[in-house]
């Protein structure tokens, strides 16, 4: 595939994409195949009519000059030091700019997942809690379970009382009117009181009874300290 100059993002990128190419080890550049292959593009690019900028041409001159600096023959005695490699600060760059364009992929790929998640500021949930599920309590609904399932344990420890209740017999409504009777009557009641029959379905449907007329602010549920029992009582403002 045939590349022109303004495929890339300025001479350090051309010559990271001939090296490349080349299959050439970055740290062992092959100066003199490489600035032939560099010089090639601008030609190429010049043949065209397209302009080059004078960075590319400053690079050039750099790659000229290191070819003509190891093609210099050597003339130092054995015992002196080794002078630096002239290929030393363009490695460096090189490196510095493949580092450069690597945080710049990462940070792009990461900027194209960022746009399939979407965040929202937080808000007060009570915005959202629909009124009827609303409790008329001094209690949670967590709690009134969490009772319900101790007193239920402790009617299975013991052995009950041999009663025979169908479904058909209880229904939510009937336990709500006996319940308004009894409070009525009471004023105020221990939550345990309200279930003097351990069948499962009379439980349930006492218990639907009173959340309903909790809901509907028809009781107030208390419990004054944790672990007192629970009371309820008629709600004297409605």
């Known amino acids: 595939m045939d590349f022109i100059i303004n495929d890339f993002e300025g ?8 090296i490349k190419e080349s299959k050439m080890d970055i740290m062992n550049i092959e100066i003199e195949k490489i600035t032939e292959q560099y010089m090639d593009f601008l030609n190429k ?5 397209l302009e080059v900028s004078s960075e590319y041409l400053v690079l050039a001159s750099e790659l000229l000059e290191i070819k003509s600096r190891l093609l210099l023959p050597n003339n130092k005695e054995e015992d002196e030091v080794d002078e630096e490699d002239p290929r030393e600060e363009l490695i460096n760059r090189l490196l510095e700019y493949q580092a450069y364009k690597d945080i710049t992929k990462l940070l792009q790929d990461k900027e194209l997942l960022r746009k399939d998640i979407y965040t929202k500021s937080p808000e007060n949930i009570n915005n959202y809690v629909d009124e009827v599920h609303e409790i008329h309590a001094d209690i949670s609904l967590d709690d009134l379970v969490l009772a319900l399932q101790k007193y ?3 009617k299975a420890d013991n052995k009950p ?9 209880i229904s939510v409504s009937s336990r709500r009117h006996d319940i308004k009777r009894i409070l009525k009557s009471k004023k105020r009641i221990s939550f345990f009181e309200l279930f003097p029959i351990a069948s499962k379905e009379y439980i349930v449907a006492t218990f639907l009874a009173i959340l309903e007329m909790a809901k509907s602010r028809e009781l107030i549920i208390k419990q004054d300290n944790n672990f007192d ?3 309820c009582e008629v709600n004297k403002n409605e």
């Open 229 to 231: 029992d629970i009371i």
């Open 152 to 154: 239920y344990q402790r």
């Open 11 to 18: 001479p350090l990128d051309l010559l990271l994409h001939l």
């Open 45 to 49: 690019q010049e043949k065209m009519n």
């Open 161 to 169: 009382l041999n009663t025979k209740v169908t479904i058909n017999e």
